[in-house]
């Protein structure tokens, strides 16, 4: 009877070869494998996998060397979308055995302990160099936030959507633009679909509008989670509070800690080791490895480490992480890999190729809005109150003419109050209902003020 062998076998000899494109000689791979085993056990488990045609042999005696077959182990999403390295393969087939073959684990405290702060570290030199390059984008200096504001329209869509996505949320992208833009829920989709996406909203809007605050700290990972489970957990008092509870992981064979005291600790060290990371990117990954490893949280643990992944990108002016088109699945596979394991090597590839994703589209939306206005710019947000003050008044042009003047009186300097006048006015005469979302109004609030403002106009 033919012995089997695991697929996590084969696959870490697999990304063994690939560690060595010229080929791989049998003491070459014994080398690279994390338990080598017996030499016999080796030749028997590179036999079957050249008889696959995942291996192809060349060469023989002491010249023998084994390179990747055509029929090698690949990740199906991999096909011309995430490149996946031989290490992220091996981790792939490990967690896409039966759960019967995975090894039940627990928490392994060593796993944070062992990172030690710009000496330890995720990515690679050249990761880090290649993501700083393409995700710099061409503005010059600036308050932390700038670049998030300057794409936050799109920006909130796209994260919104493809966060909840990532978490199972039915919602297609035009569903998300309607809600977010008009309130509007789609139909025959459930509650807790639409509060999850709007929760992401003010969450997003949160760590944008408050730059300047926001770091790896209590405060604001905790109100990150309160605005993310806001109205979805059974106990309302968990939501913004460290987790007193067991929890499970469907599918996973991992077991979290159980100890409250101890995932207090745990916490604060992951928060300690990030806010000393001094690369942006390297300090982005290691949340997506280490909070949803930790599940400081009843739940919603993977949504606060997707968004807490963007304060170093957002504070540093960098494109932020979006996760446009990564497939679920897939990134389901990597965190569990992590959980399984402690393997970062296919979330890596995943987070590498989000990221890659992510500089190129806000890019192209920054190129498509042309460069922003430098004074709408400074006053964003003293203008977006006073428009939405005229709306909801509702005010005619008379009075709303009035109140603009005494605005601009009381928190413009003087040099500037003719110039925010006529860009408010300029801002209320081009409204109609396809861009008065943006000042968060209602569309029934909208609709009673453009009726008044329009009978105004007319007589």
């Known amino acids: 009877m033919a012995r089997l062998i695991s697929e996590a076998d084969l696959a870490a000899i697999e990304a063994a070869v690939g560690r060595h494109p010229g080929g791989a000689s049998a003491a070459q791979i014994i080398e690279s494998l994390a338990i080598p085993g017996a030499k016999r056990t080796l030749q028997y488990r590179l036999r079957a996998l050249v008889n696959a045609g995942r291996l192809r042999l060349a060469g023989d005696g002491r010249a023998a060397r084994y390179h990747l077959g055509t029929s090698a182990m690949v990740a199906p999403d991999a096909t011309g979308i ?5 290490e992220g393969n ?3 087939a490990y967690v896409r055995q039966p759960i019967t073959a995975r090894h039940p684990v627990g928490y392994d405290r060593d796993f944070l302990a062992r990172y ?3 000496e330890t570290f995720y990515l690679s030199p050249h990761q880090r160099a290649h993501l700083a390059l393409v995700g710099k984008p061409r503005i010059e200096a600036a308050a932390a936030g700038t670049y998030a504001k300057q794409i936050l329209n799109r920006l909130l869509i796209d994260l919104a959507w493809n966060s909840s996505r990532l978490e199972g949320n039915t919602y297609s992208l035009l569903d998300t633009r309607r809600l977010l833009d008009f309130g509007e829920a789609a139909e025959g989709r459930g509650q807790r679909e639409a509060q999850m996406i709007l929760n992401h909203k003010d969450a997003i809007e949160f760590l944008v509008g408050n730059a300047d605050d926001i770091g790896f700290n209590r405060y604001t990972i905790l109100n990150l989670h309160a605005l993310l489970a806001n109205n979805l957990l059974t106990d309302h008092s ?5 987790r007193h509870i067991i929890v499970g992981i469907d599918g996973s064979t991992f077991y979290p800690l159980e100890v409250p005291d101890l995932i207090e600790e745990c916490f604060d060290q992951i928060l300690a080791t990030a806010s000393a990371i001094d ?12 909070l949803p490893y930790l599940q400081p949280f009843d739940d919603v643990n993977k949504r606060v480490s997707r968004l807490a992944a963007n304060i170093p990108l957002i504070k540093a002016n960098l494109a932020p992480l979006s996760f446009t088109e990564v497939p679920g699945d897939l990134y389901t596979s990597a965190t569990l890999a992590v959980y399984e394991r402690n393997d970062i090597s296919l979330l890596r590839d995943v987070f590498v190729w989000a990221c890659e994703r992510s500089s190129a589209r806000y890019a192209a939306v920054r190129q498509s809005l042309g460069e922003p206005d430098p004074f709408r710019l400074r006053y964003r947000d003293s203008l977006r109150d006073t428009i939405r003050d005229v709306i909801r008044g509702p005010m005619n042009r008379q009075a709303a003419r009035a109140h603009l003047a005494a605005v601009a009186r009381q928190i413009i300097p003087p040099e500037e109050q003719d110039q925010f006048i006529e860009v408010v006015e300029t801002e209320l005469l081009g409204l109609h209902e396809g861009n008065f979302a943006r000042y968060q109004v209602r569309p029934s609030e909208f609709s009673t003020w453009r009726l008044g403002w329009t009978q105004t106009g007319q007589s």
């Open 82 to 86: 995430i490149p996946i390295s031989p």
């Open 90 to 92: 091996a981790a792939l």
């Open 116 to 118: 030690r702060p710009n």
């Open 238 to 242: 968990a939501v913004g509070r460290l």
């Open 279 to 290: 690369d942006p990117f390297e300090q982005a990954f290691f949340m997506m490895v280490h």
